[in-house]
């Protein structure tokens, strides 16, 4: 698979290209140089195509547990399909992990209540708020991919690297 590279070694490459892509996919636009920009679009409508083809994929299972006085309690529960796990588990190889940061509006009580159940934020960003969104476009415009926006922005001051602003649309 050939590549851009970018001025810089393998591993050095791969590192600003998945810290880029998680950015991108958790702020929503990120600002960077042309070719920069050009190979993180490539690898964020990877993973966004895998999180649209992939995001309502989910089985639903009756499970049977004891609650604190020993009854036994029949508990409906909404787990993801192999597939859907396996691209989560893709998804979680390529992206870095960010955490949720406290709202200057919330104390730390409501932070600990709001992300007590998400361990993975950015994985689970890509597929509760864009995966769906992107899978009702696509039904609604029969078309697929072209989730991504390139502005250019012009010279950069200093080495005259031609700056690019890329967002998910």
């Not at 995001?55 to 006085?69: G, I, L, R, S």
């Not at 597939?83 to 009580?109: F, G, N, P």
Request: some cysteine; proline content about 2%; hydrophobic content about 35%.
């Amino acid at each position: 698979m050939a590549q851009r590279k970018l001025g810089r070694t393998a591993d050095q490459r791969k590192a600003l290209i998945r810290n880029q892509v998680t950015n991108l996919i958790w702020y929503g636009r990120i600002e960077t140089t042309e070719a920069r920009a050009k190979e993180v679009r490539r690898a964020a409508e990877r993973l966004i195509t895998l999180a649209v083809q992939e995001c309502d994929n989910t089985v639903t299972a009756t499970k049977e547990t004891h609650n604190d006085k020993g009854q036994l309690m029949t508990i409906e529960v909404v787990n993801d399909a192999p597939s859907k796990l396996h691209a989560r588990r893709i998804i979680m190889s390529y992206l870095y992990e960010l955490k949720d940061v406290q709202r200057a509006d919330e104390d730390k009580a409501d932070w600990k209540e709001r992300t007590k159940d998400v361990k993975y934020p950015v994985v689970e960003k890509l597929f509760r708020e864009i995966g769906p969104k992107f899978k009702a476009r696509n039904e609604e415009k029969k078309c697929a991919g072209g989730y991504t926006r390139i502005y250019k922005l012009g010279p950069r001051r200093g080495d005259a690297a031609e700056m690019c602003l890329i967002e998910i649309i």
